[in-house]
C-alpha cells in the first residue's frame, strides 16, 4: 500500500530542511488552505494507486499472455511488433508496444499511422516551412511525424531484476517531452496530444512507487493527456485511438 505523509509529517520535513512552513501553519497552529488542499492531492493520489493501478500493472507473462489472445482475434497484422533490448533467454517481443500496435492498426482500419518512428515530431508553420523540431524519439505518431494529431511513449520494463536509473530517467524524459508540447501549445495554440503507457508490476509497484507518483503528478500538471497502465491499454487505446478525426 503507498502511503500518505499526515499534515505534520509535511510541516516537520520541511522544517529539517530549514524551509518556510509559513504558508501550510498560521501562527495559532491550524493547517492553511493550501495544506488542507496538498494533503488531499497525495491522498487521492495514494487512492488511485492503491485501488486502480496497482491492479492493471501486468507481469511478462501476463502481458505475454494478452499479446498472443490479441494476435489470435484477428487477420494478418501489418504493424511492426519489435522486439526488447535484452538478450539471450530475456529477448522476446516488447509485448507492450506490440499490444499497443495492434490495437492501433485495428482501430484505425486502414488509415495510415508511424509505428515505430524513426525520427523526430516536426511542427511546421501554415507555409510548411519548420517550426519545430522536438528533442526526443516517441514509439508511435498519428498521421505522421510532421504535424501528427497524436503521439505516444511506451514504457515496459519486463523481465528486469533491479530498479534502475534507466527507469527514472523515462520519467523525466516524459516530463521534457511534455514540457515542449506546452511550450507549443503557449506560443501557437496548437495542440499535440501526448500519451504515455507503462507497465511491469515488479519495476512499477514493488520497486518505484515513488515515481508512480511522479507520473501521476505529471498528469495533474498536464504534461501528458492521458496515462495507461499495464491491461488498461486493451480496453482504453482504441476507445482513445477512434476519437482522433
Not at 505523509?5 to 491550524?30: D, F, Q, W
Not at 534507466?166 to 506560443?187: K, N, P
Not at 512499477?204 to 507518483?213: M, P, Q
Not at 497502465?229 to 476507445?239: I, M, S, T
Request: glycine share 8%.
Amino acid at each position: 500500500m503507498l502511503r500518505v505523509y499526515t499534515r505534520e509529517e509535511i510541516v516537520a520535513c520541511l522544517t529539517r530542511s530549514s524551509l518556510a512552513t509559513a504558508h501550510l501553519i498560521y501562527r495559532k497552529g491550524s493547517p492553511t488552505r493550501l495544506l488542507n488542499a496538498l494533503c488531499a492531492y497525495f491522498q487521492h493520489r495514494a487512492n488511485v494507486l492503491n485501488t486502480t493501478v496497482k491492479h492493471q500493472l501486468m507481469n511478462r507473462e501476463e502481458a505475454k499472455n494478452e499479446f498472443e489472445r490479441l494476435c489470435a482475434r484477428g487477420g494478418a497484422l501489418h504493424c511492426a511488433l519489435p522486439m526488447n533490448k535484452q538478450k539471450g533467454e530475456k529477448r522476446h517481443p516488447a509485448y507492450l508496444t506490440c499490444i499497443v500496435n495492434v490495437l492501433t492498426e485495428r482501430a484505425l482500419a486502414g488509415r495510415g499511422f508511424v509505428d515505430s518512428p524513426r525520427g523526430l515530431v516536426v511542427a511546421t508553420t501554415e507555409g510548411n516551412t519548420p517550426l519545430r523540431t522536438f528533442s526526443r524519439w516517441m514509439d508511435g505518431a498519428y498521421p505522421t511525424l510532421v504535424n501528427p494529431h497524436a503521439v505516444w511513449e511506451v514504457k515496459e520494463y519486463y523481465g528486469t531484476t533491479t530498479f534502475g536509473s534507466r527507469v527514472a530517467d523515462g520519467v523525466y524524459e516524459t516530463m521534457l517531452d511534455g514540457h515542449e508540447f506546452g511550450e507549443l501549445r503557449e506560443h501557437t495554440g496548437r495542440r499535440i496530444l501526448h500519451y504515455l503507457m507503462i507497465d511491469d508490476r515488479y519495476t512499477w509497484w514493488d520497486c518505484g512507487r515513488s515515481y508512480l507518483c511522479r507520473i501521476i503528478d505529471m498528469l495533474h500538471m498536464g504534461l501528458v493527456d492521458e496515462v495507461l497502465f499495464g491491461r488498461e491499454v486493451l480496453k482504453r487505446w482504441p476507445e482513445i485511438v477512434h476519437s482522433w478525426p
